[in-house]
Every structure is written in structure tokens, then in C-alpha cells.
């Protein structure tokens, strides 16, 4: 099928001219591409041996397309922005969140990874109300993501908008390309941190936030 060569993946191009910032976005990024990417499925459909024109498998393809504009709509999202409307609270004690649910795709695989994290920071006085964090963690989750890549961006970007003493994250995730294939290891959860500013200097500072996530 000419149509589907060259693939050409639209992000090398902005990695070229330095285009994607630190959080991983690019303003420049095209739209998600419905149609390539039902092309794309009805294109694995044969390759598996099955029959695009089957009933149930007939409307897949657009499933599929819809549901990835969804699950990457983090793309064309800055997790920065949705924590610039900040407030000065002249706070300085642990603000903690935990168990914040997400839900993000493994760029391996394309299968998904989902979990809690934990947001830990210590406030120079500027504080943020808790539903932003969660939505700044789902900005970074829908991409395709690596867990250790979206511990690090989440504590990274709290640190560079509220500007804060510091800040530990902690995610907590079943993989699915774990559980399902592969070794096969069912309920075995990966746990990443990241600890910036005070946390990482500070190792009563870090003691103290992880003991509150045991309790
Ligand atoms: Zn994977």
C-alpha cells in the first residue's frame, strides 16, 4: 500500500531542530492522524490472519483511532501550564498527595502501564491545588511513556513552575507487557522515585516523606 510509505514518524523532523521542550511537548506537533492510523490497524488485522470485514472486527480499526487520539492527547498537552495557576499560600511544610491513580501506555509495547503515584514538595510559599497535580500527571502519562521517564518529568516539571524547596515522586505501576507476556509475572508492581532539590540533599527530609507513604 503506497500510502502507508514512507512512514515517516513526524516527531524525528522537530527532534532535528530542537523543537521539543524538556516536558516532552512540541507546539509544532501535527494533529493525530485518524485515517493513517486505521489504515494502519486493518494493516495488523491482516497480518495476524484475521478478517478486517468480520462484524466484530469491522469498526476496529476507527475504535482504535479514537482511542489512541485519547490516550495520546498528552502529546499535544504541557503539563507545565496546567501548574502555572499556582498560588502564594506563604506555605513551607510538606504538602503530600498520594495515590493518585494514572494510566499511561509502555512505548515498548504499546501496551498500557497503570498505578498511583505519590507527589511530595515542600513549598516556597507557592502551592497548587491537588486536582492540578493530577492533571499535570496525566498530561505526562498520555504519551507514549516510560515509567522511570514519567517519575523524573513529573517531579522535573513541579520543580521548574512552582518553584518549590523540593520534590519527590514516587509511581508505583503494573505493567501489562509484563503481566500478560513475556515473563509473565502477574502483580508484580515497578516502583520508581525522583527526588529533586531538598529531597534529594536532605536525607531526613527524604526519610520523612517516605515514611508517610507506609501509613
Ligand atoms: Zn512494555
Given at each position: 500500500m503506497d500510502s502507508l510509505n514512507p512512514m515517516v514518524a513526524p516527531h524525528e523532523a522537530h527532534e532535528a531542530n530542537g523543537a521539543i521542550s524538556a516536558s516532552g511537548l512540541s507546539a509544532e506537533r501535527q494533529p493525530i492522524d485518524h485515517e493513517r492510523i486505521k489504515r494502519a490497524v486493518q494493516e495488523i488485522i491482516?497480518?495476524?490472519?484475521?478478517?478486517p470485514t468480520r462484524q466484530g472486527l469491522l469498526d476496529t480499526p476507527r475504535r482504535v483511532a479514537d482511542m489512541y487520539a485519547e490516550v495520546f492527547a498528552g502529546l499535544r498537552q504541557d503539563a507545565a501550564e496546567v501548574l502555572q495557576v499556582?498560588?502564594?499560600?506563604?506555605?513551607?511544610?510538606?504538602?503530600?498527595?498520594?495515590?493518585?491513580?494514572?494510566?499511561?501506555?509502555?512505548?515498548h509495547h504499546f501496551l498500557p502501564f497503570h498505578g498511583v503515584a505519590h507527589i511530595g514538595y515542600i513549598p516556597n510559599g507557592r502551592v497548587v491545588g491537588l486536582s492540578k497535580l493530577a492533571r499535570a500527571l496525566?498530561?505526562?502519562?498520555?504519551?507514549?511513556?516510560?515509567q522511570e521517564?514519567?517519575?523524573?518529568?513529573?517531579?522535573?516539571?513541579?520543580?521548574?513552575?512552582?518553584?518549590?524547596?523540593?520534590?519527590?515522586?514516587?509511581?508505583?505501576?503494573?505493567?501489562?507487557?509484563?503481566?500478560?507476556r513475556g515473563v509473565r509475572k502477574p502483580g508484580s508492581l515497578t516502583?520508581?522515585?525522583?527526588?529533586?532539590?531538598?529531597?534529594?540533599?536532605?536525607?531526613?527530609?527524604?526519610?520523612e516523606f517516605l515514611s508517610l507513604l507506609d501509613e
Amino acid at each position: 500500500m503506497d500510502s502507508l510509505n514512507p512512514m515517516v514518524a513526524p516527531h524525528e523532523a522537530h527532534e532535528a531542530n530542537g523543537a521539543i521542550s524538556a516536558s516532552g511537548l512540541s507546539a509544532e506537533r501535527q494533529p493525530i492522524d485518524h485515517e493513517r492510523i486505521k489504515r494502519a490497524v486493518q494493516e495488523i488485522i491482516l497480518a495476524i490472519g484475521e478478517d478486517p470485514t468480520r462484524q466484530g472486527l469491522l469498526d476496529t480499526p476507527r475504535r482504535v483511532a479514537d482511542m489512541y487520539a485519547e490516550v495520546f492527547a498528552g502529546l499535544r498537552q504541557d503539563a507545565a501550564e496546567v501548574l502555572q495557576v499556582g498560588f502564594d499560600e506563604g506555605y513551607q511544610e510538606l504538602v503530600l498527595v498520594k495515590d493518585i491513580p494514572f494510566y499511561s501506555m509502555c512505548e515498548h509495547h504499546f501496551l498500557p502501564f497503570h498505578g498511583v503515584a505519590h507527589i511530595g514538595y515542600i513549598p516556597n510559599g507557592r502551592v497548587v491545588g491537588l486536582s492540578k497535580l493530577a492533571r499535570a500527571l496525566e498530561t505526562l502519562a498520555r504519551r507514549p511513556q516510560l515509567q522511570e521517564r514519567l517519575t523524573g518529568q513529573l517531579a522535573d516539571t513541579i520543580m521548574r513552575t512552582l518553584e518549590p524547596q523540593g520534590v519527590a515522586v514516587v509511581v508505583r505501576a503494573d505493567h501489562l507487557c509484563l503481566s500478560m507476556r513475556g515473563v509473565r509475572k502477574p502483580g508484580s508492581l515497578t516502583v520508581t522515585s525522583a527526588m529533586r532539590g531538598v529531597f534529594q540533599r536532605n536525607a531526613a527530609t527524604r526519610a520523612e516523606f517516605l515514611s508517610l507513604l507506609d501509613e
